[in-house]
């Protein structure tokens, strides 16, 4: 489906997702892929910007706190995220079991 996508001549692409990433920086890409084809052209590319993100041990975490800070930034505009809280105010709070 996503090589189908992508041969359509369009002057503007959307990517609408409920589903939140699942830390996998290959998704991601993706998804980047899908939107700005120019810009993220490569994954390989893509993985050796934050690749050090996903094997920083936890005694590296000043690292990869910087390296997640980064990646923040890159996906800063192509984001827009919105709280249910936000959006469904009249949907009752949460209850934990």
Do not use: M, Y
């Not at 700005?36 to 490569?42: E, G, H, I, K, T």
């Not at 690292?63 to 996906?75: D, F, G, P, R, Y």
Request: proline share 5%.
């Amino acid at each position: 489906l996503s090589q189908v996508v992508r041969v359509f001549d369009t002057q503007n692409r959307l990517l609408i997702t409920g589903t939140p990433l699942q830390n996998n920086l290959r998704e991601l890409w993706a998804l980047l892929n899908f939107l700005l084809p120019d810009v993220f052209s490569s994954a390989d590319d893509f993985d050796s910007w934050f690749a050090s993100v996903e094997t920083a041990s936890e005694s590296d975490a000043s690292t990869k706190n910087e390296l997640v800070t980064q990646l923040h930034a890159v996906l800063k505009p192509f984001l827009i995220r919105r709280l249910k809280s936000d959006v469904a105010t009249d949907l009752p709070p949460k209850k934990e079991t």
